[in-house]
Structure formats: C-alpha cells, structure tokens
C-alpha cells in the first residue's frame, strides 16, 4: 500500500506564493508519473500538473507560467505563485506507478483571497 501525505496548504492573499509537498512512502512499484489535482465543490477535479520519471513536466493552461512542479526521489513539490482566487480548491497529490497503481492524498485546502 502507498501513502501519500501532502502539506503546505493554507489561506494566501491574491498575488502570493505558497508551495505544496507531498511525500510517498509504502510499497512503491516503479513511479511513472507524480502529480496534483485540484478540486473545487460541484466540479470535477482537475489536473494542475505532473512530472514523469524522467522529469518531463505538464501542466494545465491555467497554472503555466505560474507553477512549478518538482520532484525529489518520493517526493513531489508544487511551487505557486502570482495566486489567483480561481486557483482556490483542495489539492490532492497523485502517484501513478507501473503497478499499475493510482494513489491519492488526502488533499490539502488551499484558499486565495482576492
């Protein structure tokens, strides 16, 4: 079984920065891709970013340019910045290994006022 537990959550001003960890740990098969998804009620959650194996990223239209995700060994960071209120919305950690196995956080809330 995978754990994944996130942090750096929290409430920010329009035009902030925060940065999100999330560490894995358990019985991990080969990583494929780690990544987060952010999720806002009565929508679906939705893909911010993720960054493969061999460090190949992706990210949303929404966030590029303003994000960063990163990774190191089992754990992946995601660097916010210029936050916008619409980027407002819990955010879940995601491990896809070659179990094949999809793992999910427990989400972490993140609030930007404008």
């Known amino acids: 079984q995978v754990q994944l537990v996130e942090a750096g959550g929290g409430l920010v001003q329009a035009g902030g920065s925060l940065r999100l960890s999330c560490a894995a740990s358990?019985?991990?098969?080969?990583?494929?891709?780690l990544g987060w998804y952010r999720q806002v009620p009565g929508k679906q959650r939705e893909l911010v970013a993720f960054?493969?194996?061999?460090?190949k990223t992706n990210y949303a239209d929404s966030v590029r340019g303003r994000f960063t995700i990163s990774r190191n060994k089992n754990t992946v960071y995601l660097q916010m910045n210029s936050l916008k209120a619409e980027d407002t919305g819990v955010y879940y950690c995601?491990?896809?290994?070659?179990?094949?196995?999809?793992?999910w956080g427990q989400g972490t809330q993140v609030t930007v006022s404008s």
């Open positions: 960054i493969t194996s061999d460090g």
């Open positions: 995601n491990l896809n290994d070659w179990g094949p196995r999809t793992s």
């Open positions: 358990g019985s991990i098969s080969r990583i494929n891709t």
